[in-house]
C-alpha cells in the first residue's frame, strides 16, 4: 500500500507539473508565433501601400530623414528594414495569368520559383498565410492579383529554435524532478508509513488480546448454562461473544492479507474451487428463496494460495446471496481470456445507488444501515476480498448498469 502511495504520489506530482509547462509553453509559443506574425503582417501593410516596396524610391526623393520619419511614424521599425528585409511579389490577372514577378530583392528566389509560390496561394484561397517561410498578403488593384511575399524565415528558425530549447529544457527539469521525487518521496510518506503500520500493529495485537477473554467470557457462559438451564440472557452473551470474536478474526485477518506477505503459491485448479464453493451454498440460496447458477469455464487452473482465493469466492457468494433481493438472481461466472481469469458474482437488489458503487470495498461500508441485524457480518467482507485480489497482484471492481443488480469482478493475471 505504500508503495502505491509513493507511485501515485510521484505520477500526480509528475502530472501536475508536465501539465504546468505545458500551458507555460503553449501560452509562450502562441505569444511569440502572435509576434512574428503581427511584425510580418506590419511589413507586408508597409510593401502593400507602395505596391510591393518599400518607401524608399523617387518619391521621397531618398531622403532618409522623411524614410526614417515614415517608418517610425507608422510602423515603428528601423529605418534600416528596408536593407534587411528579403521579398518578391507577382502580379497576376484574375484567371492566373502571370503579368509581371519583381525577385530583384531576394536572391533566393527565382521567377519559376516565386509564379509557383503564387499558384499555390492562389489555390488555397487565403488572403493571408505561409508557404513555407515566406509570408504573403493578397489584395486586389483593379482587375489585377498582387501577391506579396516576405522571407521570415530567419524569424521563423529563431522561434523553432526557442520552442525546441524550451521544450528540451523542460524534459531535462521534469527527469530532475522525477529524480528528486523518487529520492523524497519516500521521506514523505514515511510519517503515514509509520502510522499504518503502528495501526497495524495494533489490529493485530489487540485481535491477539480479545481473543483470551472472549473465549473466558464464552466458556463462563456456557458453564453458567449447565448449572441453571437456557436462559435468554446467556444466549445473547454467547451471540454476541461469537460475532465479536469473528470481527476480532476479520481485523486481524484483514490486516496481514493488506500486508502481502510472500506466501508460497502453488498451482491448484480453480475450476473445481468455484465449482465446489458454489454446490456448498445452493441449499442455503433455496432456503432464502434465492436462484443460484453458475457459468464456469472448464480446465482453468491458477497460481496462487488456494486458501484465501476459496475464502475470496465465499465471500462473493455470501454477499451475493445477503443482498440479493426476494426471488433475486445470482450468477458465478468464471472464465479466461486471453492472460486474464475473471472471477465475477452477479445479483439482483432492489436497489443500489452508483454513489455506493464507488464506498463498496471501504472497511465497515454497509449500503443498507437498517439492514445489519438481518443479513450480520460487519462491511468488512469486500474490504478482505480486494485485500486477497491486490495479494495476487489483480484487480476487483464493481459496477451497476440499471441500479437493480451488481456485478463485482475480480481479474487474475495468469
Do not use: C
Request: hydrophobic share 40%; aromatic share 8%; glycine share 6%.
Amino acid at each position: 500500500m505504500i508503495r502505491k502511495l509513493r507511485i501515485k504520489l510521484i505520477l500526480a506530482s509528475m502530472l501536475s507539473l508536465l501539465l504546468v509547462l505545458t500551458i507555460i509553453l503553449g501560452v509562450v509559443g502562441v505569444l511569440n508565433h502572435r509576434k512574428i506574425v503581427q511584425d510580418a503582417d506590419s511589413i507586408l501593410a508597409l510593401l502593400q501601400e507602395n505596391d510591393g516596396n518599400f518607401p524608399l524610391d523617387e518619391r521621397m526623393g531618398n531622403d532618409l530623414f522623411s524614410i526614417e520619419k515614415h517608418l517610425r511614424n507608422n510602423h515603428r521599425f528601423s529605418p534600416e528594414l528596408p536593407y534587411e528585409s528579403r521579398y518578391f511579389s507577382v502580379f497576376l490577372t484574375e484567371t492566373g495569368d502571370v503579368i509581371s514577378v519583381n525577385t530583384g530583392k531576394i536572391a533566393a528566389v527565382d521567377t519559376t520559383t516565386a509564379i509557383n509560390y503564387a499558384h499555390t496561394v492562389l489555390r488555397t484561397g487565403l488572403l493571408k498565410g505561409f508557404v513555407d517561410d515566406y509570408r504573403y498578403t493578397t489584395y486586389t488593384v483593379g482587375n489585377e492579383i498582387h501577391i506579396i511575399f516576405l522571407d521570415y524565415g530567419r524569424e521563423m528558425t529563431s522561434f523553432r529554435s526557442f520552442l525546441f530549447t524550451s521544450m528540451g529544457v523542460s524534459v531535462v527539469g521534469l527527469m530532475a524532478v522525477l529524480f528528486l521525487l523518487i529520492f523524497l518521496s519516500g521521506r514523505i510518506v514515511k510519517p503515514f508509513s509509520e502510522n499504518y503500520e503502528k495501526q497495524k500493529r495494533f489490529i493485530t495485537d489487540a485481535g491477539h488480546e480479545l481473543k483470551t477473554p472472549l473465549t473466558i467470557i464464552d466458556a463462563d457462559a456456557e458453564v453458567l448454562e449447565m448449572d441453571i438451564g437456557e436462559n435468554e440472557w446467556l444466549r445473547d452473551i454467547q451471540t454476541q461473544t461469537k460475532r465479536l470474536a469473528q470481527l476480532t478474526n476479520s481485523l486481524i485477518l484483514l490486516s496481514r492479507m493488506e500486508e502481502q506477505p510472500r506466501t508460497e503459491k502453488i498451482e491448484f485448479p480453480i475450476s473445481d474451487l468455484v465449482e465446489e464453493t458454489v454446490e456448498t451454498f445452493q441449499a442455503l440460496a433455496k432456503t432464502r428463496n434465492k436462484n443460484l447458477s453458475a457459468n464456469i469455464q472448464p480446465m482453468l487452473s491458477m497460481s496462487g494460495d488456494e486458501k484465501a482465493v476459496r475464502q475470496l469466492i465465499t465471500i462473493l457468494l455470501d454477499n451475493a446471496i445477503k443482498y440479493a433481493n426476494d426471488g433475486g438472481r445470482i450468477e458465478i461466472t468464471l472464465k479466461k481470456q486471453k492472460n486474464i481469469i475473471y472471477l465475477s458474482a452477479f445479483n439482483t437488489v432492489e436497489s443500489i445507488s452508483k454513489e455506493n458503487i464507488m464506498h463498496l470495498f471501504d472497511r465497515f461500508y454497509r449500503v443498507d444501515q437498517s439492514r445489519n441485524s438481518q443479513t450480520g457480518g460487519y462491511g468488512l467482507g469486500l474490504s478482505i476480498a480486494s485485500a486477497i485480489v491486490n495479494a495476487h497482484k489483480g484487480k476487483i471492481t464493481a459496477s451497476t448498469e440499471d441500479e437493480k443488480s451488481l456485478l463485482i469482478t475480480a481479474a487474475f493475471p495468469v
